[in-house]
């Protein structure tokens, strides 16, 4: 049976099974699969993804485009990730790495001070990295009794959870999570829904709206964030929005603003931006992008 302690450490985060998962789960391979697939129970207004390297685990949270501003929400949400693996590692401070794609607080956080020098802001996405080798670990408070309890909840929940979430918000927060890797194409965004192409269209279609737009709307709306509220390269933007050449971004914003990306920039220049981050060095692969 679970013990005390471990529903007591349990009470202090949110009661779903989604935040619950982590703490008895076997490894932190396990909490963090499990994570991912359980978080639209807890929330449609962001999504987390978990991808392995070689060499690091990484949390990331896409920006969803149309879900209203997300910087002071993202930055608590990814402190409460941070918070989350510390008591499933049961350790202080674990090696890992914060990437904010917000500005830093005006006032100094408790989350600053213990992860000073390994927090970076106004970087293009919101991640949490850490080496792979702790994804193998055993979790200190594993208890298979427990986790499977849990699992057969959130795999009630989330069968709710399918039968209310909005059609047009799963296939435009698939589309927005996937531009940076130049997949937001059909068949790819169909499959990742684990739906038929002609499936998506329907829902579409009866929504008054089809794929190709409802694209467009996204990569627009994200451009428009991008060049209004940061200081990013005209580079590192294209790449984000899934352009492989720079001069295809700048016609596609001189279609939708009828400007120059230069300008749409200069238009917002009296606004408060947040400037780009020094630290962002991943490679920009052009596989699949347009």
Same mark, same amino acid.
């Given at each position: 049976?679970?013990?005390?302690?471990t529903f007591?450490?349990?009470?202090?985060?949110?009661a779903?099974?989604?935040?619950? *998962?982590? =703490?008895?789960a076997?490894?932190?391979r396990?909490?963090?699969q499990?994570?991912?697939?359980?978080m639209?129970?807890?929330?449609?207004?962001?999504?987390?993804?978990?991808?392995?390297t070689?060499?690091?685990?990484?949390l990331?949270?896409? *920006?969803?485009?149309?879900r209203?501003?997300?910087r002071?929400?993202?930055?608590?949400?990814?402190g409460? $990730?941070?918070?989350q693996?510390?008591?499933?590692?049961?350790?202080?401070?674990?090696?890992?790495?914060?990437?904010?794609?917000?500005?830093?607080?005006?006032?100094?956080? +408790?989350?600053?001070?213990?992860y000073?020098?390994?927090?970076?802001?106004?970087?293009?996405?919101?991640? *949490?990295?850490?080496?792979?080798?702790?994804?193998?670990?055993?979790?200190?408070?594993?208890?298979?009794?427990l986790?499977?309890?849990i699992?057969?909840?959130?795999?009630?929940?989330?069968?709710?959870?399918g039968?209310?979430?909005s059609?047009?918000?799963r296939? $435009?927060?698939?589309?927005?999570?996937?531009?940076s890797?130049?997949?937001?194409?059909?068949?790819? *965004?169909?499959?990742? =829904?684990?739906?038929?192409?002609?499936?998506?269209?329907?829902?579409?279609?009866?929504?008054?709206?089809?794929?190709?737009?409802?694209?467009?709307?996204?990569?627009?709306?994200?451009?428009?964030?991008?060049l209004?509220?940061?200081?990013?390269?005209?580079?590192?933007?294209a790449?984000?929005?899934?352009?492989?050449?720079?001069?295809?971004?700048?016609?596609?914003?001189?279609?939708w603003?009828?400007v120059?990306?230069?300008?749409?920039?200069? +238009?917002?220049?009296?606004?408060?931006?947040?400037p780009?981050?020094?630290?962002h060095t991943?490679?920009?692969?052009q596989?699949?992008?347009?």
């Amino acid at each position: 049976m679970p013990s005390c302690s471990t529903f007591s450490t349990m009470s202090k985060s949110a009661a779903s099974p989604s935040s619950t *998962i982590c =703490l008895p789960a076997p490894t932190l391979r396990h909490a963090c699969q499990a994570w991912v697939k359980f978080m639209p129970i807890r929330t449609n207004a962001c999504r987390v993804v978990f991808e392995e390297t070689e060499t690091s685990g990484y949390l990331e949270w896409p *920006i969803l485009e149309g879900r209203g501003e997300w910087r002071q929400s993202m930055f608590a949400r990814v402190g409460w $990730a941070a918070h989350q693996l510390e008591q499933a590692l049961d350790m202080h401070a674990p090696p890992i790495m914060i990437d904010l794609a917000t500005a830093a607080p005006e006032s100094t956080s +408790a989350l600053q001070k213990k992860y000073q020098g390994r927090l970076n802001f106004c970087v293009p996405r919101n991640r *949490i990295s850490f080496p792979r080798a702790l994804l193998s670990r055993p979790l200190p408070r594993h208890d298979p009794h427990l986790y499977e309890i849990i699992l057969k909840s959130a795999m009630t929940e989330m069968e709710l959870f399918g039968q209310k979430e909005s059609p047009l918000s799963r296939i $435009a927060n698939e589309v927005a999570s996937n531009l940076s890797q130049g997949a937001s194409a059909l068949p790819l *965004i169909s499959a990742r =829904l684990g739906m038929s192409q002609r499936a998506v269209q329907r829902l579409l279609e009866k929504e008054g709206t089809s794929f190709r737009k409802l694209s467009e709307e996204v990569r627009r709306a994200a451009a428009e964030r991008y060049l209004r509220s940061t200081e990013l390269p005209m580079k590192e933007i294209a790449f984000l929005l899934g352009f492989s050449e720079l001069s295809t971004f700048s016609r596609a914003v001189k279609t939708w603003f009828g400007v120059s990306p230069r300008k749409v920039r200069q +238009a917002s220049a009296g606004s408060p931006r947040h400037p780009a981050g020094t630290q962002h060095t991943e490679k920009t692969g052009q596989h699949g992008r347009r």
